[in-house]
């Protein structure tokens, strides 16, 4: 009598059926902070995603979590359906949650306890509205098995060791500045406005320039004019 061996296949699901922003505020600023990321590590063996299901048990698909934005360093990138820390072979290394009004606990509470659990070694929060946190941006590193609350700048900036970056609010925005250049990481839209406006500096300068040539090509023709 031959054994039959039975091998059940686990499904895990690609979507949670939850949208990915509370407001307008809180989903453009979701994507801001994921196309910003993922400019910044273009061509590294990064991984930068978010409003993705992360499963962390293998075998149960109910233990996942759905980080807003998350950097996962030594991955490789491209387009996946879901995230397993048991197939890729760590955690992400920092979690960005843009809190609301209907994730503010989990935000606050459920979330750190997981993420700290997982070994994610920098998570921060971002209150875009400013109704929710105060001060609306607030950071933590893993120390240990715990996290630690990251001390503010004077302009209410912290600093990410993990990113290398720095992370400030400004007009209710998130933005990023490098700590090896001090550059702010720009959107697509942003960059294509600062290179049109430099163009129009350009394109302006050299108006006046040829202006300017044409006035001093006149003079001297004046002048030749005047001594014969």
């Not at 009598?1 to 690609?14: A, D, F, L, R, T």
């Not at 995603?49 to 980080?67: M, Q, T």
């Not at 920092?94 to 306890?113: A, G, L, Y």
Request: charged share 35%; proline share 5%; with cysteine.
């Amino acid at each position: 009598m031959h054994s039959v061996i039975s091998v059940k296949q686990v499904h895990y699901p690609e979507s949670d059926g939850k949208p990915m922003g509370e407001t307008d505020d809180h989903r453009q600023e979701i994507v801001r902070h994921i196309e910003l990321l993922e400019d910044y590590y273009r061509g590294q063996k990064v991984y930068v995603s978010g409003d993705l299901l992360v499963y962390y048990v293998e075998g149960d698909p109910k233990k996942c979590v759905v980080p807003d934005a998350f950097v996962a360093k030594g991955i490789p990138p491209g387009n996946r359906r879901i995230y397993k820390i048991w197939a890729e072979g760590k955690a992400p290394d920092v979690v960005i949650e843009t809190t609301s009004r209907s994730t503010r606990r989990k935000d606050t509470q459920v979330k750190p306890e997981l993420y700290a659990r997982l070994g994610v070694q920098e998570y921060f929060l971002f209150d875009p509205l400013g109704e929710y946190l105060s001060p609306p941006l607030q950071g933590y590193r893993l120390v240990g098995q715990d996290y630690e609350r990251l001390k503010s700048d004077a302009d209410g900036a912290l600093t990410s060791q993990e990113l290398g970056l720095r992370l400030k609010v400004v007009d209710r925005h998130l933005d990023f500045v490098r700590l090896d250049s001090g550059q702010r990481l720009l959107t697509h839209r942003e960059r294509a406005l600062r290179e049109a406006e430099a163009r129009q500096r350009e394109a302006e300068a050299r108006q006046a320039a040829e202006a300017e040539l044409a006035r001093v090509q006149d003079e001297l023709a004046r002048l030749r004019r005047s001594a014969e």
